[in-house]
């Protein structure tokens, strides 16, 4: 698994995080889907969540992008349209990266950044909406405390309420 990540820095042309990167690399990762915190940062209970390695990160994107056709992607509140509306995800814009539970994604949204892409969520109550401006935020929003003992780490509330 390690090797596999180390030579895959975009998914179909979208630059993956550099945090993202390396934490599959170190896996710790896929371990933060046992963080106590997922329920405070996506605002419900986790029901067996994943955080993808890189194969599945490519393989739930390609899904994503290639085989869902437009009945089925209007139920994920996605759109093949480049540009859409906060609550929809256009599917050429989005890298999936996990799930914290059946049909509850959560994507790197590229709309507004190519370099700094927001975290955004589906979850049971429909549209998509941010729960980080930026991966970085999405770590120290699930991560542990800070190793030298201080306090935890804020990330910056989510703006513009999508």
């Known amino acids: 698994m390690k090797a596999e990540a180390e030579f895959c820095d975009s998914i179909f042309g979208m630059p993956l995080p550099r945090g993202l990167i390396e934490s599959i690399q170190d896996l710790s990762w896929m371990a933060l889907a046992g963080s106590p ?81 927001r975290v955004v969520f589906l979850g049971e109550e429909g549209a998509w909406r941010t729960v980080s401006n930026s991966f970085s935020d999405l770590l120290l929003m699930l991560g542990p405390e800070r190793p030298d003992g201080g306090e935890r780490l804020e990330a910056r509330p989510p703006s513009g309420g999508s």
Do not use: H, N
């Open 37 to 117: 915190r997922l329920r405070e940062t996506f605002g419900q209970a986790p029901v067996q969540p994943r955080f993808y390695s890189t194969a599945g990160i490519v393989a739930t994107t390609k899904w994503w992008r290639e085989d869902l056709d437009d009945e089925t992607m209007e139920c994920y509140f996605g759109t093949s349209e480049e540009f859409s509306a906060p609550e929809y995800m256009s599917r050429m814009k989005t890298v999936i990266i996990g799930s914290i539970g059946p049909d509850l994604l959560f994507a790197l949204d590229y709309r507004d950044s190519f370099a700094d892409p």
